[in-house]
């Protein structure tokens, strides 16, 4: 069917399945009147840098993982006069600068560990077949997929080889564990028009902000089919791109500019990400798949730097993360400079089924009546 046709099919669909929403407990349900459209609603419950991760490290950090800040403090030549005047191993510039804020101030005295792999995650996104630099990009090595593809995922060689971002990692499950308890963290996509969720060439897609928490069951794992409502009053987190579904994939095109909501590691601010694509597929109530884009440098940091608190625990060095960030971005140059200002990003992402319900704009969000999810987005 042409889009046009699809459109207006949609539309007639559309106002049949409102007509025929149950109201109960101030909750509008989606509609299953008509078996020929569905809604589809995701709700993510984890979010993991997608990085080349064998048992023990070894074939893709063989010089074994970075370390962090706190042992680069020890290692420093002054380090004990640096804590005698400023308190802490943390304040390692010469004028008792930390790390965190002040990343060019500090200088690691401990080799860096470099990945040492070809072999990682990620999608195609510069459009070469060998990183060469272009209008949108500079020049980068890229890594190879389990399919043979060439991928662009440069953050991965920031944090391949730092134990706190790998599975297990303190950041990594901290992070994880807010996703679950911080409506902050709450992103939701919306997939509208789907006539065959195996097959489709023209689906609708939104992203957006979450008001609810998440629920698990006594095993642990995240319950499907529970209500997730838009918060409407944070109208920048809502993002609309197209996409399709193949042999069950779901597979969108990108999206320009996407700003998520993030609450990381108790800080609250935002994940900015530029051409963001996903690639997720949609069997079972458990749906996951992929995330990747240039993910901001300036936003990126602006968390990072916030992340004082858990320099120890996560096992990472805030001056190498730093300059490995700039030193590899490959997205975005600037144009007076040519230095990329973000850095290709890919992310492992799992999610669950769920009832996405629209509060209306007129009421206070605690007095909203949900609208069907069905109803197109404007």
């Given at each position: ?133 272009t209008?949108?990009s ?39 564990e807010e ?18 969720e ?67 590691i ?16 949609l ?37 190498t ?25 890919a992310?492992?992402i ?29």
């Amino acid at each position: 069917m042409g889009t046009q046709r699809k459109g207006q099919a949609r539309g007639v669909r559309t106002g049949l399945a409102l007509g025929a929403v149950f109201l109960a407990g101030g909750v509008v349900g989606p509609a299953a009147s008509d078996p020929q459209s569905r809604t589809i609603g995701l709700v993510i419950t984890g979010w993991h840098f997608a990085l080349q991760e064998s048992k023990d490290a070894k074939s893709e950090c063989p010089a074994g993982l970075n370390a962090d800040d706190l042992e680069n403090g020890i290692a420093q030549a002054n380090s004990q006069e640096l804590r005698n005047k400023y308190g802490h191993h943390f304040s390692r510039g010469p004028n008792g600068e930390m790390s965190t804020y002040v990343p060019l101030a500090v200088v690691d005295p401990l080799p860096l560990r470099e990945l040492q792999t070809k072999a990682g995650f990620g999608f195609n996104l510069d459009g070469t077949n060998d990183g060469r630099a272009t209008p949108h990009s500079c020049k980068h090595e890229k890594f190879t997929n389990a399919e043979g593809e060439l991928v662009d995922n440069q953050m991965a060689r920031v944090f391949g080889c730092v134990a706190g971002w790998r599975k297990g990692g303190f950041a990594d499950e901290f992070y994880n564990e807010e996703i679950a308890t911080n409506p902050a963290n709450r992103t939701l996509i919306e997939v509208t028009g789907v006539d065959d969720e195996r097959n489709d060439p023209d689906v609708d897609i939104v992203i957006y902000k979450g008001l609810d928490r998440l629920s698990k069951d006594p095993s642990g794992q995240f319950i499907p089919f529970l209500t997730q409502r838009v918060d409407t009053e944070l109208t920048e987190f809502i993002s609309k791109t197209h996409g399709k579904i193949v042999n069950g994939v779901l597979i969108t095109q990108a999206i320009p500019v996407a700003r998520l909501p993030l609450r990381q590691i108790a800080t609250t601010g935002e994940r900015k990400m530029h051409d963001l694509q996903f690639r997720i597929v949609l069997e079972g109530p458990r749906p996951s798949g992929m995330a990747a884009g240039y993910e901001d440098l300036k936003v990126w940091w602006n968390m990072q730097k916030a992340h004082s608190i858990s320099v120890g625990p996560a096992h990472f060095s805030p001056a190498t993360e730093y300059r490995q960030a700039h030193r590899y971005a490959d997205g975005l140059p600037d144009p007076t400079t040519g230095q990329c200002t973000a850095i290709s990003t890919a992310y492992r992402i799992n999610a669950v089924r769920t009832f996405i319900v629209h509060p209306t704009l007129q009421q206070p969000r605690q007095q909203r009546v949900a609208v069907a999810t069905t109803a197109q987005p404007q």
